[in-house]
Every structure is written in C-alpha cells, then in structure tokens.
C-alpha cells in the first residue's frame, strides 16, 4: 500500500503567528518553518512549551523567509540537538544571521528583567527560551538554496523555492513527495507580498498543485491596486506628515517582527510620536 504523507500545524492555527508545519512521509520528517508566536502573554507563553516532535528526529527544516514569525524558534531548535540542515534562499541566511542573534538578545534582556522581579517577589527565576550561543549555532546550520534549483530534503521528498515577493529573500516552497507513479505537489507559500513593488519582482510559481497550504494573515482583506506613482505619492505624504512639527508617522518597514510598536522621543520639540512597526505593507 502507498505511504501517505502527513501535514500537522504546529504554529499560525487560530493565530497568525508561530508558524510551523511538520511533513512526515514514511520516516521522513521534514519541518517547513519554525517561527515565534507574538503578540499577547498568552501567546508568547507558547514559546516555551516543548515542541510536539523530537527537534533530534527531523530530516530538515525549509525556511521560507526571514520573518520572526517563521525563523524565530530555528535557535531553540538548534538547543534541542537538532543539528540537520535548515535550508534557506541566500538572503534569508543573510537577513536570519542578524535577525536570530537580535531575537536571541530580546529572549535574553525579557527574561533577565522578569528575573529581576521574580527575586524581588520571591518567584523562581525562568531561562530564556534560547541565547545568543543558540542563535549561532542555528545560524551554523542554514544550507543556502538558489530561486528555481532542486534539492532534497529526505527520502522520497525534494523542493525548490520560487520568488514570494514578501521580504528581500522570501520564498515559496514547492514540494514533490514520492507517493507513487506520480509524486504528490504541494506549494507552501509562505508569507506572499503585493503586487507591483518597487524594489521586489511579483510573487511567482507553477500551477497544477496537490495541495496548496496558503498563509492568509491577510486573506479576508481587500488590498487596492497600488502601482509605482501610487506608492510614491503614499510615502510622500508620510514623510511630509512626519516631519511636521505635530506629526506621526507610519507605517515604517522593519524586518524583525510583525507589527511591533516603538516610541521614540523626538528630542527638538520634547514631545512623543508612536511609529507603528510593520511589514505587510
Ligand atoms: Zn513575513
């Protein structure tokens, strides 16, 4: 009888962030992403569960893009003994070996304050969830992967990234599994960027897919067309917002979170102004 592969959501289900889906097909395990749930204390509360698999038992991990909220558990992983290959395109391992180090630093400095007052009430003390040492040690691990080359990633399980358009280096993964006279195709899309960009070429992949597991933070939202002059003439008016005595200023692209916020004191006139943080726009 045919093996048939499996595919579990271990992270972004009922959330939007955490991402994490483990392929298994026969003995082969394969992680596609492994990111960190933000947000609220409930959530960031998930971080520190134990995964529901053996981080030791899998063959590879696929990383679609940069983004905390898909690579920032890759350190934890590396501190559980995972010690496999955690294939990426060029400029996600570029982007990931700041990135995990800056998210390792975060980890460290929250838990180190929250030690602070757990002495002063009395609480035990709590480790972070992974270190700087761990970050590069995940970072030691990443395998770099062109745009459009095959390659395998276990027994009976191969892929290949096409252009996300999301974030400099982002990717889609598309999976051929090994089920029989013809493999099963699957298309993960990761996190998939407008269109008509001015720094990015549009979103791009095959049709004729199995399965397509679709990341939808976005899905119910009705984006309008923006083309080159558009855009242009948005980031005008917001910088000349910003930089009116009175004004606020938004949204700024950051690559490290998914919508943060950060206050920042504006020293010539001494008052405050809140940036939004985000990266879906
Ligand atoms: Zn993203």
Redesign the pocket.
């Known amino acids: 009888m045919a093996i048939e592969p499996t595919i579990r959501f271990h992270g972004a289900a009922g959330t939007v962030t955490g991402s994490c889906q483990l392929v298994e097909f026969g003995a082969t395990k394969i992680l596609v992403v492994c990111g960190l749930f933000q947000g609220s204390k409930t959530e960031k509360e998930l971080n520190y569960r134990p995964f529901p698999f053996d981080p030791k038992k899998l063959d590879a991990v696929i990383l679609?893009?940069?983004?905390i909220?898909?690579s920032g558990l890759l350190p934890k992983l590396a501190r559980l003994g995972y010690d496999g290959p955690i294939f990426a395109t060029p400029a996600t391992t570029d982007l990931c070996s700041v990135m995990l180090a800056d998210s390792a630093h975060i980890q460290e400095s929250e838990v180190d304050q929250l030690n602070r007052r757990n002495l002063r009430r009395g609480r035990e003390t709590v480790t972070p969830i992974y270190t700087a040492r761990d970050a590069a040690v995940a970072v030691e691990l990443f395998r770099q992967v062109r745009l459009g080359a095959w390659e395998g990633a276990g027994e009976g399980v191969r892929f290949r990234f096409w252009n996300a358009g999301?974030?400099l280096g982002?990717a889609s993964v598309e999976m051929e599994i090994d089920t029989g006279p013809s493999a099963m195709r699957l298309l993960f899309s990761?996190?998939i960027g407008p269109r008509h960009k001015l720094l990015q070429f549009d979103a791009k992949a095959p049709t004729g897919w199995d399965y397509v597991i679709c990341?939808s933070?976005y899905g119910d939202v009705e984006r309008e067309e923006a083309d080159d002059s558009v855009r242009r003439n948005i980031l005008r008016s917001q910088v000349l917002n910003a930089t009116h005595p009175n004004g606020t200023s938004h949204p700024l692209f950051r690559g490290g979170t998914?919508a943060g916020t950060a206050d920042r004191s504006c020293p010539s006139d001494g008052s405050r102004r809140r940036y939004q943080m985000s990266?879906?726009h």
Do not use: I
């Open positions: 679609t893009h940069a983004h909220d898909h999301h974030l982002s990761g996190d990341e933070t998914h990266n879906h």
